[in-house]
């Protein structure tokens, strides 16, 4: 059992750290291109937060506080 629990862990640690990945200096560039970004469309932005609020009748809908049942 001891040996199957330490195999298991094993296993997920070496998925777990087989996502981390060091960018290079000049690498960065592409990281910040426009495309990357997640809010270069506003009014996307504004629509999909008019349905967050309209669906979980929380203000803001991300990274806010509260549930949708209108307990914050």
């Known amino acids: ?4 629990f330490c195999f298991a862990a094993g296993i ?3 998925l777990f750290t087989s996502g981390c990945a060091n960018v290079k200096p000049w690498e960065r560039g592409t990281l910040t291109d426009y495309t990357m970004q997640s809010g270069r469309d506003p009014i996307a932005t504004a629509q999909a937060e ?4 309209s669906r979980e009748e929380a203000s803001g809908g ?3 506080g509260g549930g949708g049942c ?3």
């Open 1 to 4: 059992m001891k040996l199957k």
């Open 12 to 14: 997920a640690a070496l």
């Open 50 to 53: 008019h349905i967050w609020f």
């Open 62 to 64: 991300r990274g806010v």
């Open 70 to 72: 209108g307990c914050n």
